[in-house]
């Protein structure tokens, strides 16, 4: 993927953590600086047969369908199910995914955009394996040598209390433990931006920051001003 024609950005992050209105904010921001972006969600443009996955786990696992809200909150199993037979599994379809990821990167790459944006990576899958395992952890770092690695890859950590309370779908203690994975996988995949818990607006600061220090392709085209009221100034991030 030529670094010199298209910055690709990637945002993960645990269920609740503030993804879709930090990316809802990113958009809104290149497109009033003028530069075209392209958003990619992972369950929809990347992920291999995913009808048929979602289909089998919810006959598998008899959990609720849709999203979560704190008005109606639901009951989640799939990622939250763990097994020795589920993580070989799982390990099979991320190498699938793995390989179409390359694809549509590549694909992305060609369409013109100066900003091709990530909703979910395959980070996110990543963190739903057991890194106790060498196996996983050797496998995670084997996946990491195929797949494109994002010019500014953005993890959006959270407190699991919080998150489970904005996007109500799995337990508390999956939630403690799904951010523990990601802040784990963040020392395995290295550069990797982590964005600590803010409020929205510093937040959307922080992320514009990291994009601006690490790309240089849209240096000195990437204004700070976002549309509506911002914080006075960057917030900082924490790196692992």
């Known amino acids: 993927m030529p670094a010199n024609s298209v910055t ?9 953590a503030g993804k879709s209105t930090q990316i809802d904010a990113l958009c809104r921001h290149l497109a009033n ?16 047969l995913p009808r048929f996955r979602e289909h089998m786990s919810l006959r598998a696992f ?4 849709g999203v979560g809200s704190p008005a109606t909150p639901i009951a989640r199993r799939d990622k939250n199910v763990a097994s020795w037979y589920l993580t070989a599994f799982r390990m099979i379809l991320y190498a699938l995914d793995a390989l179409r990821l390359c694809s549509v990167a590549s ?18 899958e990543f963190a739903n394996l057991p890194f106790e395992r060498s196996l996983v952890r050797l496998y ?6 195929i797949i494109p690695e994002p010019h500014v890859a953005l993890l959006l950590d959270a407190d699991a209390e919080a998150a489970t309370i904005r ?3 799995y337990p508390l203690e999956f939630a403690r433990r799904n951010r523990e994975a990601y802040l784990q996988l963040s020392r395995i995949v290295g550069g990797m931006s982590i964005i600590p818990p803010l409020p929205i607006q510093d937040a959307t ?15 000195g085209r990437l204004g700070f001003h976002l549309e ?13």
Not at 8 to 16: A, H, M, Q, R
Not at 228 to 240: I, L, N, Q, Y
Request: net charge neutral; glycine share 8%.
């Open 140 to 145: 995670v770092r084997m996946l990491l040598r």
């Open 107 to 124: 694909r992305a790459a060609q369409s013109g955009a100066d900003v091709v944006i990530f909703d979910r990576y395959l980070y996110d």
């Open 62 to 65: 008899k959990g609720d369908k």
């Open 228 to 240: 509506g009221s911002v914080a006075s100034e960057p917030a900082k991030t924490s790196k692992h």
């Open 167 to 169: 996007k109500p779908e």
């Open 8 to 16: 690709l950005v990637s945002f993960s992050g645990i269920d609740g």
């Open 205 to 219: 600061e922080a992320i514009k920051s990291v994009i601006l220090e690490k790309s240089q392709t849209l240096e």
């Open 33 to 48: 600086s003028g530069l075209r972006h392209s958003l990619l969600t992972f369950w929809d443009d990347v992920v291999v």
